[in-house]
């Protein structure tokens, strides 16, 4: 089975600061996917990022970039210039191509907080 | 806005009732997922459908049951209801079977009193 593991909480950054949150996963498929989910407080689900895990290239999106290290099993998600609308609970995610294609794995969150 | 459209956005019910919540996907995708999202359990995933057919299944109870119509609406039935059933209910959809990004709909807030 697939484990999504996300280890801090809550995080706080200032206003314009980059921010870093940190998820490992683990998994024996060869080949799976990984995406990072954006939760406000109002309550919906968010897409941000996608990383295939054959990607040669660390996936960006605006000021969303994924630190893909494949031996660590590491995808962290960088936010850059942070704004105060990036306050919210940010999900890690993963499937695999294997037997269970299809299903999200999601860890269980980091609340980020931006000050002013 | 994701494209998945989800209703009701509230539902209030008490134990023992039974509730549907009903999901559009995203135009032209084929696939739609649930899952529950509860404060202890976190992000669960319940049932994939891909055109018209159960294609995956996870943590789901017997109490529940989900049916995908030819139109590619999806419905959730849960029934039995439990105080412990309560959470945030959502839906996603993708274009195919299951490799692609998953956008989710806005959710369905289940409250069992």
């Known amino acids: 089975a697939q484990k999504i593991t996300q280890t801090q909480p809550g995080m706080f950054v200032q206003e314009k600061e980059a921010v870093t949150l940190d998820c490992t996963y683990d998994?024996?498929?060869?080949?799976?996917?990984l995406f990072w989910y954006k939760q406000p407080s109002s309550g919906e689900m968010i897409f941000l990022i996608y990383q295939g895990s054959y990607d040669q290239q660390n996936a960006t999106e605006g000021r969303y970039s994924l630190n893909f290290q494949k031996a660590r099993k590491s995808a962290n998600l960088v936010i850059s210039a942070s704004q105060l609308g990036d306050s919210a609970m940010y999900f890690c995610?993963?499937?695999?191509?294997?037997?269970?294609?299809?299903?999200?794995?999601f860890g269980r969150g980091t609340q980020l907080t931006v000050w002013p | 806005d994701s494209g998945v459209t989800q209703t009701p956005k509230h539902l209030i019910t008490a134990t023992g009732q039974r509730v549907t919540l009903r999901c559009s996907p995203r135009?032209?995708?084929?696939?739609v997922y649930w899952y529950q999202q509860s404060l202890d359990q976190g992000l669960q995933f319940l049932i994939q459908y891909y055109n018209g057919e159960e294609r995956a299944k996870g943590n789901i109870l017997e109490r529940f049951s989900a049916q995908q119509f030819p139109d590619l609406h999806s419905e959730l039935n849960l029934s039995s209801l439990e105080l412990g059933d309560s959470a945030l209910y959502f839906c996603a959809s993708s274009a195919g079977t299951g490799e692609e990004t998953q956008y989710f709909g806005p959710g369905t807030r289940l409250l069992v009193l």
């Open positions: 998994t024996s498929d060869p080949s799976y996917g």
């Open positions: 995610a993963m499937n695999a191509r294997g037997s269970t294609l299809g299903r999200l794995y």
């Open positions: 135009s032209g995708d084929l696939s």
